[in-house]
């Protein structure tokens, strides 16, 4: 009997398709896509596999042009009648950011899956193929759709907008650490636990790539700020300590940016929690707010960054730039 179900699995390289290369011991992308789906066993009894390939590249080599361009090549897989949902392989190092710039400019019932592997096939315990068997079992799964995207690793289920990583060896190092897992993937079944009720879409085609992000440490001064800024940046993205505070010494370089039309966002360099204009001191949150600077809620930098490069490649209005923000965390 033939499959009612088709799943695109679109290949982007990354450690599910590296192996150590003999002559310097070290992994790189080797796997071809066909070589990945054959350690996939007994898939077809699920789904109908279309094999895409986008490119064979490492985390680090991914780029905001190709997650635009991979948002175009899903967003044409997606529209499909015959396609089920869309599995997108992908590095770790980076996955958590595509996965967000997917989640944000793709509005579709259909699930898109983004996968990825802690281990090349030339160790032991290679986890590429259960974590791309999941991946294809959430994504024919009816209890998906509507969940925007979503990571499959480990046999969890998280949000794009919700997960990063937080290890860099351990198989689970995919975590939303502040509210859990959605689901796990148990004997094939996919099982969700809870939902997400705020979504937030950005609709673009284009994306701005000159936006930066600083970190937060004690006795930081400006100098990054107005590099930043003198090289040309439309936007920063600063990781504040704590609730969203930084050293008095910062506080003269955003001034700077704001004065020169550079629209800045602030973070908390923690793991979680909401960043919130609690303090009144030089340089916290409620002075730094009044100042012109918008509150980006629990993302974290990497996330802040490619939400802010999505925000104005629609518009330089710092007012709707902070609605885009702001909108489902402030009042």
Same mark, same amino acid.
Not at 6 to 18: L, N, P, Q
Not at 56 to 65: D, E, S, W
Not at 181 to 205: A, M
């Given at each position: 009997m033939k499959n009612t179900n088709k799943v695109a699995v679109v290949f982007t390289g990354g450690t599910i398709s590296m192996k150590i290369d003999p002559r310097i011991s070290a992994a790189i992308p080797a796997l071809s896509s066909e070589e990945i789906m054959s350690m996939v066993t007994n898939i077809d009894k699920y789904a109908d596999i279309e094999i895409v390939n986008f490119d064979r590249i490492p985390g680090p080599h991914m780029?905001?042009?190709k997650m635009m361009d991979l948002a175009k090549l899903v967003k044409k897989l997606i529209s499909r009648e015959d396609i089920t949902g869309v599995v997108i392989t992908h590095g770790t190092d980076s996955l958590e950011e595509t996965a967000y710039l997917l989640d944000l400019t793709i509005n579709s019932?259909?699930?898109?899956?983004?996968?990825?592997?802690?281990?090349?096939? +030339?160790? $032991?315990?290679?986890?590429? +193929?259960?974590?791309?068997?999941?991946?294809? #079992?959430?994504?024919? +799964?009816?209890q998906a759709k509507n969940k925007g995207v979503l990571i499959v690793m480990n046999n969890e289920l998280n949000a794009a907008s919700e997960v990063t990583k937080t290890h860099t060896l351990a198989l689970d190092t995919f975590k939303s650490m502040e509210f859990g897992p959605l689901g796990i993937v148990d004997n094939d079944e996919v099982i969700f636990y809870r939902d997400i009720t705020k979504h937030s879409h950005i609709q673009t085609e284009k994306i701005e790539v000159n936006v930066d $992000?600083? %970190?937060?440490?004690?006795? *930081?001064? +400006?100098?990054?700020? %107005?590099? #930043?800024?003198d090289s040309g940046s439309k936007g920063i993205v600063i990781e504040a300590m704590g609730r969203g505070n930084i050293p008095p010494q910062m506080v003269e370089g955003i001034k700077y940016a704001l004065d020169n039309n550079v629209i800045v966002v602030m973070v908390s360099r923690c793991p979680m929690g909401r960043v919130l204009d609690t303090y009144g001191y030089e340089g916290a949150g409620r002075s730094l707010r009044n100042l012109?600077?918008?509150?980006?809620?629990?993302?974290?930098?990497? %996330?802040?960054?490619? %939400?802010? *490069? $999505?925000?104005?490649?629609?518009?330089?209005?710092?007012?709707?730039?902070?609605?885009?923000f702001e909108k489902d965390f402030y009042k």
């Amino acid at each position: 009997m033939k499959n009612t179900n088709k799943v695109a699995v679109v290949f982007t390289g990354g450690t599910i398709s590296m192996k150590i290369d003999p002559r310097i011991s070290a992994a790189i992308p080797a796997l071809s896509s066909e070589e990945i789906m054959s350690m996939v066993t007994n898939i077809d009894k699920y789904a109908d596999i279309e094999i895409v390939n986008f490119d064979r590249i490492p985390g680090p080599h991914m780029t905001p042009q190709k997650m635009m361009d991979l948002a175009k090549l899903v967003k044409k897989l997606i529209s499909r009648e015959d396609i089920t949902g869309v599995v997108i392989t992908h590095g770790t190092d980076s996955l958590e950011e595509t996965a967000y710039l997917l989640d944000l400019t793709i509005n579709s019932e259909k699930p898109i899956i983004v996968v990825g592997a802690m281990r090349n096939s +030339s160790e $032991l315990g290679y986890d590429g +193929s259960s974590n791309l068997s999941a991946a294809i #079992c959430t994504a024919i +799964s009816k209890q998906a759709k509507n969940k925007g995207v979503l990571i499959v690793m480990n046999n969890e289920l998280n949000a794009a907008s919700e997960v990063t990583k937080t290890h860099t060896l351990a198989l689970d190092t995919f975590k939303s650490m502040e509210f859990g897992p959605l689901g796990i993937v148990d004997n094939d079944e996919v099982i969700f636990y809870r939902d997400i009720t705020k979504h937030s879409h950005i609709q673009t085609e284009k994306i701005e790539v000159n936006v930066d $992000l600083i %970190k937060t440490a004690v006795g *930081m001064d +400006s100098r990054l700020i %107005k590099f #930043c800024v003198d090289s040309g940046s439309k936007g920063i993205v600063i990781e504040a300590m704590g609730r969203g505070n930084i050293p008095p010494q910062m506080v003269e370089g955003i001034k700077y940016a704001l004065d020169n039309n550079v629209i800045v966002v602030m973070v908390s360099r923690c793991p979680m929690g909401r960043v919130l204009d609690t303090y009144g001191y030089e340089g916290a949150g409620r002075s730094l707010r009044n100042l012109g600077v918008i509150l980006g809620g629990n993302l974290p930098g990497q %996330k802040a960054r490619i %939400k802010l *490069m $999505l925000a104005l490649s629609v518009t330089n209005a710092r007012e709707k730039v902070k609605e885009i923000f702001e909108k489902d965390f402030y009042k």
